[in-house]
């Protein structure tokens, strides 16, 4: 049986160092995270001194186009009719704003014009009112004080006799006239 094991490389301590806690921090040991490192550089045809990993870059790049792409996918199948849908919907708003203000509001100062021309005929009717009343009841008092007088001359004249001088009859129509003219 032959040792498989028969190769061996040196190093200093400093790197020593590094090369265990990479084999802690994987959870493997140095033997097999150090085959791990050579497969790995082997088949990546990768060179460890080789900063600008040229793999590593593109890969980078293919992600970003990835997500370039996929943000353009988005912008076209979602924003931009969203976008749309949200300028018809302002649109729209502003036409029903714009028919709101043209004809509701119109209507409404126009009806509130009709309420004042109804208010100021109301009053006048009012006033009309009050002064037909007043009227009306001057009437009743011309009346009454009209009655007053043809019954006082009436009263009067009933006691007068037929020995009465026609001086003082004449003296009570001229007063009977005289206190109808008064009123």
């Known amino acids: ?17 590094k090369f265990e806690k990479v ?12 085959v791990q490192m050579v497969d790995y550089f082997y088949r990546s045809k990768k060179d460890p001194l080789d900063v600008n990993d040229e793999l590593l870059k593109n890969t980078l790049l ?3 186009r990835d997500y370039i792409g996929f943000i353009k996918t988005q912008e076209t199948d979602l924003l931009i009719p969203t976008k749309r849908e ?7 708003q502003k036409k029903l704003l ?4 043209a004809n509701v509001i119109r209507h409404n100062k126009d009806l ?6 109804q208010i100021d005929k109301f009053s006048k009717s009012d ?7 007043t009227k009306l009841d001057t009437r009743e008092k011309m009346k009454n004080k009209f009655i007053y007088i043809i019954e006082n001359y009436i009263r009067i ?3 007068f006799t037929l020995m009465t001088p026609g001086k003082e009859r004449e003296e009570l129509i001229n007063k009977t006239i005289q206190q109808v003219n008064q009123l």
């Open 1 to 17: 049986m032959t040792d498989e094991n028969n190769k061996s490389v040196r190093f200093n301590a400093l790197t020593g160092d």
């Open 127 to 133: 006033e009309l009112m009050s002064l037909i009343v």
């Open 23 to 34: 084999a802690l921090k994987l959870g493997r040991n140095k033997r097999l995270v150090f």
């Open 98 to 101: 714009d028919y709101f203000n």
């Open 157 to 159: 004249r009933d006691s």
């Open 112 to 117: 509130l014009e009709n309420q004042r021309l």
């Open 86 to 92: 949200v300028d018809r919907m302002v649109q729209s």
């Open 62 to 64: 293919k992600n970003h």
